[in-house]
């Protein structure tokens, strides 16, 4: 592994980068120093954004020094993580892909040379990485999509994506939380909330867990948008065995 | 009916709830909010012995105007203005008093863009996620989700007080020769290089740090885009995005300087030659469009201690009006006397 670096972001928040690049062991040390250092419950710190290589931490100046503080970050880097096997969350989403809910999977299907149905199934096969949150609320970063599936964004972004929207562009696939302009191709649609302000936790991803696509048909996408918008629908969740 | 509230009459330019922001949750995406001048909340919350956290207006360019349900205290800071309560100037940087049904109306900034209302315990929105900072950007928390509008009762937290038990002295004068820092106006900012400064040729920072660069029209909560000399990579603007801060100086790959403001993106994927210090954002959310900004840099342990040192004025200005509350309350008096020419200030307690 690369050198760790500590770098300040002003005087309210260090970075400590793990690496340069995008891969999922990087993004494993960036998660695991970030546990370690939450579990410390430290006074001083205000916030940890995991992200893909590093992380940010947001501190408070008026309680603690910046020795202090550099000495427990780099004791916490240091520290072997925990030991024992892990067993990633993976969260199921399902979506309703094509027709009115996904305008651009017949482009997917015709610049990659495939069927929609192929399309779909390439789609729904792999788990995704959630590598980081950020773009917007429940916005995920998620690794894993096939390259078949690259596709160039829309030359004029729609003015709106709505929320739920799931898309692709480039190397990249997500889920629009709310809704908002957006260039990425919308393939389909998810009947669950991403970010639903009324709830208690109002996110249902967090950066670490899995996520994967099943696809449902239009009553099935009814049936769950219903019980979604009553805040009873329990999303699908399992673990499984650790990959890295 | 009286309640304890202020109505809307006419709304302002942009006028939102904010407090000291919605912290921890930027790891789900959700932008910090808040204030963007952080000092002049601060300070007229202290000023009515609130904390300084808590949630005030925070009007862009031009005021609203608010007509009082119930005598209230309140206080004005930040951007200059001419404020007229029924009609008469009042003060700014102290805490003054309206009766019910009076009408506070905030006139335009004349120096500096943002005016800051705050009230005796604060604005009484609801918190979501556990501030009342507003964050327009998804339209939640504050009043609403959304600027105020003509018409709205805004709640405020101090219990109905009939108006003769709202004794002048229940909210302290500032102490004698007492100022608020000399801020709006000013145009030079201070940063602490990085985290992506070696991005940057040494051309590029040296000119970053000499140069003056204009505050655009495109400038607004989630940030400020600047126009001056271009600032040149040395192996592309592009980097893994990563954590974007309040305060974040980013560079896309046009050169133009973007600072990151209070509702800005939690991640980005341009790299940050530097990043604003916390005690001179304030500076940079009283610029308007068309202001010059230059910029030099200071160590992160230099910036600590400038944040301690105002941090430490505004906690001082709060323990004297405490003190001085008490002191009233006891019965105690201070007297300013002059004895052979020479002023002194006496406190008188009862026995």
Redesign the interface.
């Known amino acids: 592994m690369a050198a760790v670096t500590y770098?300040?972001?002003?005087?309210?928040?260090?970075?400590v980068?793990f690496g340069?690049?995008?891969d999922p062991v990087t993004n494993k040390s960036v998660r695991q120093f970030c546990s370690a250092l939450a579990a410390l419950k430290l006074g001083w710190i205000?916030?940890?954004?995991?992200?893909?290589?590093?992380?940010?931490i947001?501190y408070d100046?008026?309680k603690v020094?910046?020795p202090e503080m550099l000495k427990t970050l780099e004791g916490v880097v240091s520290s072997p993580p925990s030991t024992g096997p892990e067993r990633n969350k993976v969260l199921v989403i399902p979506v309703q892909y094509g027709d009115d809910k996904g305008p651009d999977l017949s482009f997917v299907a015709q610049h990659s040379g495939l069927t929609e149905a192929e399309v779909v199934k390439i789609h729904t096969a792999p788990r995704y990485l959630v590598y980081?949150?950020?773009?917007?609320?429940?916005?995920a970063?998620m690794g894993g999509l096939d390259p078949r599936l690259f596709v160039p964004r829309l030359g004029t972004p729609r003015l709106v994506t709505p929320g739920g929207a799931v898309v692709m562009g480039g190397t990249q696939t997500g889920i629009h939380p709310?809704e908002t302009p957006g260039g990425m191709r919308i393939v389909g649609r998810t009947p669950l909330r991403l970010?639903d302000?009324s709830k208690e936790q109002?996110?249902l991803v967090?950066?670490g867990i899995m996520v994967e696509f099943k696809p449902i048909d239009k009553d099935e996408f009814d049936r769950i948008d219903k019980a979604a918008a009553e805040g009873t629908f329990e999303p699908e969740v399992y673990y499984e065995p650790e990959r890295v | 009916m009286s309640q304890n509230a202020f109505e809307v009459l006419e709304s302002g330019f942009l006028t939102t709830v904010q407090d000291s922001g919605r912290t921890g949750y930027r790891r789900f995406g959700m932008p910090l909010s808040g204030a963007m001048d952080q000092y002049a909340l601060a300070v007229g919350n202290t000023l009515l012995g609130n904390q300084p956290g808590d949630a005030g207006l925070e009007c862009t360019v031009m005021g609203p105007a608010l007509r009082f349900l119930q005598p209230t205290w309140f206080c004005i800071t930040g951007a200059e203005c001419l404020a007229l309560l029924d009609g008469d100037p009042v003060p700014t940087w102290r805490a003054c008093l309206a009766q019910e049904g009076a009408t506070l109306a905030l006139g335009a900034a004349t120096q500096g863009t943002r005016i800051y209302l705050t009230v005796k315990d604060g604005i009484d929105v609801p918190p979501f996620m556990g501030s009342r900072s507003t964050c327009t950007i998804v339209s939640v928390g504050g009043f609403k989700g959304r600027p105020l509008q003509p018409g709205d009762i805004v709640p405020v937290g101090s219990p109905a007080l009939p108006p003769s038990a709202l004794p002048e002295d229940t909210v302290a004068p500032v102490p004698e020769g007492w100022q608020p820092r000399q801020y709006t106006g000013r145009t030079h900012v201070r940063v602490v290089m990085g985290p992506q400064d070696y991005f940057f040729t040494e051309e590029a920072k040296a000119t970053f740090l000499s140069s003056a660069y204009t505050v655009t029209t495109g400038s607004n909560r989630m940030g400020y885009r600047l126009d001056g000399p271009p600032l040149r990579h040395t192996k592309g603007a592009d980097i893994v995005s990563d954590g974007t801060p309040f305060g974040g100086i980013q560079v896309p790959g046009h050169g133009q300087p973007i600072v990151l403001m209070a509702d800005c993106q939690t991640t980005g994927g341009y790299s940050k030659i530097a990043c604003v210090i916390s005690t001179d954002l304030p500076l940079l959310a009283q610029a308007k469009p068309g202001d010059r900004i230059t910029f030099s840099a200071m160590p992160a342990t230099q910036a600590h201690e400038e944040r301690r040192g105002v941090m430490g004025e505004i906690t001082g200005l709060g323990q004297a009006l405490a003190a001085y509350g008490r002191s009233r309350a006891s019965g105690a008096r201070r007297l300013d006397v002059r004895i052979q020419g020479q002023q002194y200030r006496v406190l008188i307690e009862p026995l």
């Open positions: 770098l300040p972001a002003g005087d309210m928040a260090v970075v980068q340069e690049t995008v205000i916030e940890i954004i995991p992200t893909y290589r590093s992380a940010l947001y100046c008026m020094q910046w980081m949150m950020g773009f917007s609320p429940g916005y970063y709310t970010f302000p109002p996110f967090e950066a």
